[in-house]
Nanobody
């Protein structure tokens, strides 16, 4: 079982940038597909970005494509989310997630989760 801990959230003005980190412990990190999700109050948990293990192939939600970049450092057992040109609608708790199996980009496909980090974008 892998433990995931997010960090890097905070308050930023619209148009600014922020980099989130997710540190993993336990398991063989390079084997895991990793992803970022977010959830705003009153809304469903929303997929943001996904990155494969050894290949590092990525996939993004339309809301993230062109602005956000997911990456990983297998030696450091860490996945990152670089967020640029932030908008107020990006405000949410951002969660790191992991899975070992193939699947779709939905929350129920990822059995392992961090506790989240708050991102607030002011207009």
């Amino acid at each position: 079982q892998v433990r995931l801990v997010e960090s890097g959230g905070g308050l930023v003005e619209a148009g600014g940038s922020l980099r989130l980190s997710c540190a993993a412990s336990g398991g063989t990190f390079s084997m895991y597909y990793m992803a970022w999700f977010r959830q705003a109050p009153g809304k469903e948990r929303e997929f943001v970005a996904h990155i494969a293990g050894a290949t590092s192939i990525t996939y993004y939600a339309d809301s993230a494509k062109g602005r956000f970049t997911i990456s990983r450092d297998n030696a450091k057992k860490t996945v990152y989310l670089q967020m640029n040109t932030l908008k107020p609608e990006d405000t949410a708790v951002y969660y790191c997630a992991a899975r070992l199996l193939r699947g779709s980009y939905t929350a129920n496909e990822y059995p392992y989760w961090g506790q989240g980090t708050q991102v607030t974008v002011s207009s």
